[in-house]
């Protein structure tokens, strides 16, 4: 039972990533910074964890929303890019305030600057590194 108080004291983080040495590495860096962890490897996956799938009316919402502090997601992914996950999120009424960070080892400016403007918390350069993410942890403690 202690287990599952202690996990309640420590941030959510939902990472979203196709690449799975990508997805491993941040899940890594999160759990390092006393983070718990919930991976996806791809937007439509992340959306169900959400409650927030395409065919389904977003009052339909799970509880996993409400449990997520911060969405970290890679920018370009199939299926679906970081970007539009970022608006389905900014889309919600439930999940609109949850910080969103995205990812990508491409350095375009006007990317970054697009998904900023869309609401993302910060835009980040692949690989990260525990420096990067020490500082996004801090962010959700003040």
């Known amino acids: 039972m202690s287990a599952e ?14 690449n799975i040495i990508d997805r491993k590495l941040v899940e890594k860096l999160l759990k390092t910074s006393s983070c718990r962890v919930t991976t996806a490897e791809n937007g439509m996956r992340a959306l169900e964890y959400l409650g927030l799938r395409e065919n389904h009316q977003q009052n339909h919402c799970n509880n996993n929303g409400s449990k997520v502090n911060m969405i970290i997601t890679d920018y370009c992914m199939p299926g679906m890019t970081g970007y539009e996950l970022l608006q389905k999120i900014k889309e919600s009424s439930v999940l609109k ?4 960070v995205i990812m990508s080892s491409e350095n375009v400016e006007t990317r970054m600057n697009e998904c900023l ?5 910060t835009f980040m350069l692949k690989p990260l590194k525990l420096a990067d993410v020490k500082k996004l942890r801090h962010q959700l403690t003040t």
Do not use: K, T
């Open 5 to 18: 108080y202690h996990e309640e004291d420590v941030p959510h983080v939902l990472a979203v990533d196709d």
């Open 97 to 100: 305030d949850v910080p969103v």
């Open 117 to 121: 403007e869309m609401g993302a918390q």
